[in-house]
C-alpha cells in the first residue's frame, strides 16, 4: 500500500527488548509527526531480532528532514538500531534490465505509465536490441549493450558506467545473463531477479519441458534480492498455479509468464514504499 506524498516511513531493525515502540512513538509525538501506519515483528521476544516499519505525515514536524534524522539518531543508538528513513515524495530511480522476453518488462512500464508505480526510471539496458521499439514507445531511454563471452567483463563495465550515479536499485525483468559478484557488490539488496518456481527440481535450460515431462502438479515464481550465490537470495515475493496433465508445455509457458509478471510487480511494488527488511537471508516483508 502506498502512503501519501507528504509522508516518511521509517524502517528499524535491533535486538529485541522492551520499549522499542514507544521510544519511537514518544520520539515522533514530540516532533508533532502523526503516525499514520505502524507494523512490527519480531523473531523471538526473549533475544531475538525486533523489526519496525513506521509511516508518518510531516506535517506539523518540528524539525528539517537532516534535524530530525540527526536527532533520531540519540533514540537509535540507546537501542542498537539499524535504520533508515525514506520520503514518499523522493522518488526512487529504477533500471530494468531485460534480454528478449517482454512480458515482465511491459507489467512495469504500464504500472509505471498508469501510477501504479510512483518511480524514475532513467533507462533500460538489454543485451539484445529487440525490445527497443516497445521501450521507446513509453518514452524511455534504451540501451543495448551488446555480449558475447569474449567482451562480458568489458560489457559490464559499461553496464556499470551507464548505471552510476543514475539509478537506485535494479530490476532484471528477464534478463538472461548472470552478474558478477562485483557488480552485485555494488548494489547489495537492491537488485531484484524474477525466475521460475521449478528450483531446485529443474535447473539449467528448458525448466517447462522437465516439468511437463515430471507430470508436475503446481507451477510459480519467485522474486528475490540478488546475491552472490545463483537464485539463493533472500525472497520477497512467491506465487503458484495449479497444472494438470490436460496442459501443454506451450500451457505451461504462458501461465508462467503470467505469474512472473505479478509476482516481478508485487516484489517491486514492496520494494518502492520500503516495506522489506533484509534479515540473514530471509525478508521480513510488511
Not at 530530525?68 to 520520503?87: D, H, L, N, P, S
Request: charge should be neutral.
Amino acid at each position: 500500500m502506498s502512503s501519501p506524498a507528504n509522508t516518511a516511513r521509517l524502517l528499524i531493525s535491533c535486538p529485541d527488548r522492551p520499549g522499542i515502540v514507544a521510544a519511537v512513538s514518544q520520539f515522533l509525538y514530540q516532533h508533532g509527526a502523526n503516525i499514520l501506519d505502524s507494523r512490527q515483528h519480531s523473531t523471538d521476544p526473549h533475544g531475538g531480532t525486533f523489526f519496525m516499519r513506521m509511516v508518518f505525515h510531516l506535517n506539523g514536524l518540528d524539525l528539517s528532514r537532516p534535524q530530525f534524522e540527526k536527532a533520531f539518531g540519540a533514540v537509535a543508538q540507546t537501542f542498537q538500531m539499524t535504520w533508515r528513513v525514506a520520503y514518499a515524495d523522493q522518488l526512487k530511480r529504477m533500471a530494468i534490465l531485460v534480454s528478449r522476453y517482454d512480458h515482465c518488462l511491459l507489467e512495469l512500464l504500464w504500472r509505471w505509465r498508469s501510477g501504479e508505480f510512483a518511480v524514475d526510471i532513467p533507462l533500460v539496458v538489454s543485451n539484445h536490441p529487440d525490445l527497443r521499439e516497445l521501450t521507446e514507445l513509453f518514452g524511455l531511454t534504451y540501451l543495448h549493450l551488446p555480449l558475447s563471452p569474449e567482451r562480458k567483463a568489458e560489457q559490464e563495465a559499461e553496464l556499470l558506467a551507464q548505471l552510476a550515479g543514475r539509478v537506485d536499485f535494479i530490476v532484471l525483468a528477464r534478463y538472461m545473463q548472470l552478474l558478477s559478484p562485483a557488480f552485485v557488490a555494488r548494489y547489495p539488496q537492491q537488485i531484484i531477479n524474477i525466475h521460475h518456481s521449478f528450483l531446485p527440481a529443474f535447473v539449467g535450460a528448458s525448466p517447462y519441458q522437465q516439468a511437463y515431462a515430471r507430470g508436475v502438479k503446481l507451477i510459480g515464481a519467485t522474486a528475490h534480492y540478488v546475491t552472490d550465490t545463483l537464485d539463493d537470495g533472500p525472497i520477497i515475493e512467491q506465487d503458484v498455479t495449479r497444472v494438470s496433465h490436460r496442459h501443454t508445455i506451450r500451457d505451461l509457458v504462458q501461465l508462467g509468464r503470467e505469474i512472473e509478471r505479478t509476482v516481478l510487480a508485487r516484489a517491486v511494488a514492496a520494494h518502492l514504499e520500503d516495506r522489506v527488511l533484509v534479515f540473514e537471508n530471509k525478508t521480513v516483508v510488511f
